[in-house]
T-cell receptor
């Protein structure tokens, strides 16, 4: 089955710097790759997603890139702000039932 | 905006007891899911449900787990004999149809087994 690896597990940046989180997946049939932000005790919140027929997608300060050949995708956050501090999860979705397989998460800390 | 509703938000139960976690998916959605998240760990897939039957389940979803859609609106997860290691946040999710990617997650039920 699908396996998603996520790095780094923790990331600390200064406010205004960029943050990059990387994920790899194993199942070439996966065709949808969402990124979730989770604050303590809350549900995962979708922040951006990308489908397998697209290489890059951007939404204001957040962008995601996908390399299907290498089976990896990355989240880029520019001009980070303290409120960006949270745990970020990547996921891969595929198969007929569309189950999401999550990475282990990255705890992002943005220092003012 | 439509929401997936979960109740209760927090449940404490004694080891060995049965618990039922409840979810009300968005009304026009067809695919339903349960995920769990042990504190500090990743979100893990448990089971998917479509057309009134389980369509896929993970290794975690063993014989002590069951799901049901008893009345066309509620979607429940039952744990027959809870263990300490069942303590986790349980998230319900739904999506409209096969062609639509992405989920709506519920706010979760925190299950504490003592």
């Amino acid at each position: 089955g699908e396996n998603v690896e996520q790095h780094p597990s923790t990331l600390s940046v200064q406010e205004g710097d960029s943050a990059v989180i990387k994920c790899t997946y194993s199942d070439s049939a996966s065709n949808y790759f969402p990124w979730y932000k989770q604050e303590l005790g809350k549900r995962p919140q979708l922040i951006i997603d990308i489908r397998s027929n697209v290489g890059e997608k951007k939404d204001q300060r957040i962008a995601v890139t996908l390399n299907k050949t290498a089976k990896h995708f990355s989240l880029h956050i520019t001009e980070t702000q303290p409120e960006d501090s949270a745990v970020y999860f990547c996921a891969a979705q595929g198969g007929s039932q569309g189950n999401l397989i999550f990475g282990k998460g990255t705890k992002l800390s943005v220092k003012p | 905006e439509p929401e997936v509703t979960q109740t209760p938000s927090h449940q404490v139960t004694q080891m060995g007891q049965e618990v039922i976690l409840r979810c009300v998916p968005i009304s026009n959605h067809l695919y339903f899911y349960w995920y769990r998240q042990i504190l500090g760990q990743k979100v893990e897939f448990l089971v998917s449900f479509y057309n009134n039957e389980i369509s896929e389940k993970s290794e975690i979803f063993d014989d002590q787990f069951s799901v049901e859609r008893p009345d066309g609106s509620n979607f429940t997860l039952k744990i027959r004999s809870t263990k300490l290691e069942d303590s986790a946040m349980y998230f319900c999710a739904s999506r409209p149809d096969r062609a639509i990617y992405g989920y709506t997650f519920g706010s979760g039920t925190r299950l504490t087994v003592v």
